[in-house]
């Protein structure tokens, strides 16, 4: 590896692993807000009180949310949030390189490969993470589901309620939807952020630094997704959505649409191009290590 800059050395699985979950973490401390609004649009249906709070468009939600039960209230669950990263998109994201060499047979890495890595690795990290995102949602939800008296204290009294009232099983809530959202990501997010990389890198039009991590990851960015309302709902998939469909009307699917755009877009751009970095700084260290010894 003599004369080989940071960017030529391929980074280990467990600087991708690591990369991935510090990138996914600030990218969602910074996103979480538009993550609380895009919630709170989603479930607003569900509140049948007259006297409950309407909240119209993303800035709308967030300013309104922040007057009526502070600012606070729009990172409610972020705890929960960071151990979702940590125990899922870094999985999805840091495991995905690896997964997708033992797919490939040739030299050059296949589309079929790319996506049936994202399916694994997708599948993985939705059965590992899944009760972090139920408790997320639930502590981002909860004032309209339950009253003005929270229903949850914390993030490991959610776990706990859930746990001990629903059984287990509880914390898995909406597995199967989210198996389907993570097609979805993986293979859009993804694999569309890896294809367009290397687009931009082969024809020149990039070099494989920040403009282009930038460009690829608003492209990946605009996969979408609606899951939110399976979470909060009953157990039967159909029976959610012929509710939304009959009470609410086909647009109720696409509801909070905009907020889940602005924050994938947002929350694409920060995570790949901190991925990126940390993978490209980390290997440098590492290098600058071996040297020294």
Not at 38 to 55: D, H, N, P, S, W
Not at 102 to 109: A, N, R, V
Not at 167 to 180: E, H
Not at 259 to 275: D, T
Request: glycine content about 8%; some cysteine.
């Amino acid at each position: 590896m003599v004369g080989l800059t940071a960017s030529d050395v391929p980074p280990t699985m467990a600087v991708k692993i690591f990369s991935a979950g510090v990138a996914t973490c600030v990218a969602d401390v910074i996103t979480f807000p538009l993550d609380t609004a895009k919630v709170r649009l989603q479930i607003q249906g569900e509140c049948q009180t007259t006297r409950a709070v309407r909240y119209k468009g993303v800035l709308g939600t967030i300013t309104t949310l922040a007057k009526t039960e502070g600012p606070g209230k729009l990172y409610s669950g972020l705890p929960a949030g960071l151990q979702r990263q940590i125990s899922f998109p870094s999985l999805r994201i840091g495991l995905c390189d690896t997964v997708q060499e033992f797919f490939t047979t040739g030299k050059e890495t296949s589309l079929g490969s790319k996506v049936s890595a994202g399916l694994t690795t997708g599948g993985v990290a939705v059965f590992t993470g899944q009760p972090t995102e139920v408790v997320k949602i639930r502590l981002q939800a909860q004032s309209h589901l339950h009253g003005p008296k929270p229903r949850y204290t914390g993030t490991y009294n959610a776990y706990r309620i859930i746990a001990t009232t629903e059984g287990l099983t509880g914390l898995w809530k909406g597995t199967t939807p989210n198996l389907t959202r993570n097609v979805i990501i993986n293979c859009t997010e993804l694999v569309t952020y890896d294809l367009m990389k290397a687009a931009l890198v082969k024809n020149k039009l990039l070099a494989d630094d920040v403009p282009c991590h930038f460009v690829s990851a608003v492209i990946a960015g605009f996969c979408t997704t609606v899951k939110t309302r399976f979470v909060n709902s009953p157990p039967s998939v159909p029976n959610c959505s012929m509710t939304m469909l009959t009470k609410e009307g086909p647009s109720a699917f696409f509801k909070g649409f905009v907020p889940s755009f602005w924050r994938l877009g947002s929350w694409n751009v920060i995570m790949f191009v901190c991925f990126e970095q940390l993978k490209r700084e980390l290997m440098k260290s590492r290098q600058t290590v071996d040297c020294a010894t």
